[in-house]
């Protein structure tokens, strides 16, 4: 049986490393490239978001070219291992940066991107604008409304036992120490309006916090969190109301 000369598979071995190496390098850097000038706003942070899930692919590949690469380099023991060895880990790391920041969170979150804790009455924005295209991908309000009591069955609003302007304060000052960006509060009217900033793109999400007076004394909190771009906000704004709302519980 024929078999290739060693210098032959050598150079094989070399070439492919180099290949494998030189994409997974240039990959690398366009992922890091695309993610910052998105987070800076240097270009369309969904721009960037999408360049960045482009690359998916390409990283499949040259994993599988670089595994390839390595194991001709163990089998005919020939040719430097190193650069196929570090084009996997690039590669490699690359997707599993791509499973777990989207692929995983996409698989376990609800195509939503409008969550509130109160789908039959939800707090209106008043200051900030409502994106045009909030329904996609539904038809309708009933249909989206039943996707949320679907996705997130447990979200819903929370009665504090103080006033309600000394919970909108408390509200407001929680919010800035989020590094929210409060747009409107009118105290008579117990709402509050804000952006909030998710993963690191920063996606802009616009949130409202509602409070309304129980004969009681206390107060029930509403909150509505929705996203300026995209279908899915990857489970984001449900968590940011639960971890809002568990927080502002305390103080």
Request: charged share 20%; glycine share 8%; aromatic share 8%.
């Amino acid at each position: 049986m024929a078999t290739l000369p060693a210098s032959t598979g050598s150079r094989w071995v070399k070439w492919i490393g180099a290949f494998a190496l030189g994409g997974a390098i240039l990959a690398v850097l366009i992922a890091v490239t695309s993610l910052t000038l998105a987070r800076y706003d240097m270009i369309d942070k969904l721009s960037g978001f999408i360049g960045f899930m482009m690359l998916l692919n390409p990283a499949r590949a040259l994993a599988v070219i670089a595994a390839i690469g390595l194991l001709l380099a163990f089998v005919r023991k020939t040719g430097p291992k190193w650069q196929s060895a570090t084009a996997l880990v690039l590669s490699g790391g690359l997707l599993v940066v791509i499973y777990y920041a989207v692929i995983l969170p996409a698989g376990e979150a609800p195509p939503l991107h409008d969550i509130t804790t109160d789908v039959d009455d939800p707090p209106q924005f008043q200051t900030l604008e409502l994106r045009a295209d909030n329904l996609i991908p539904f038809q309708s309000e009933e249909e989206w409304r039943a996707a949320h009591r679907t996705g997130y069955p447990d979200i819903g609003p929370v009665v504090i036992d103080k006033s309600p302007s000394e919970v909108l304060a408390n509200a407001r000052a929680l919010a800035e120490g989020n590094g929210w960006d409060i747009a409107s509060i009118d105290i008579p009217a117990g709402h509050m309006e804000a952006t909030a900033y998710a993963g690191y793109l920063r996606f802009r999400d616009d949130v409202i916090v509602e409070v309304t007076p129980i004969d009681d004394g206390s107060t029930r909190v509403d909150m509505r969190s929705v996203s300026r771009v995209g279908l899915s906000d990857l489970g984001y704004n449900a968590k940011r109301i639960e971890a809002f709302l568990a927080e502002l519980q305390t103080l």
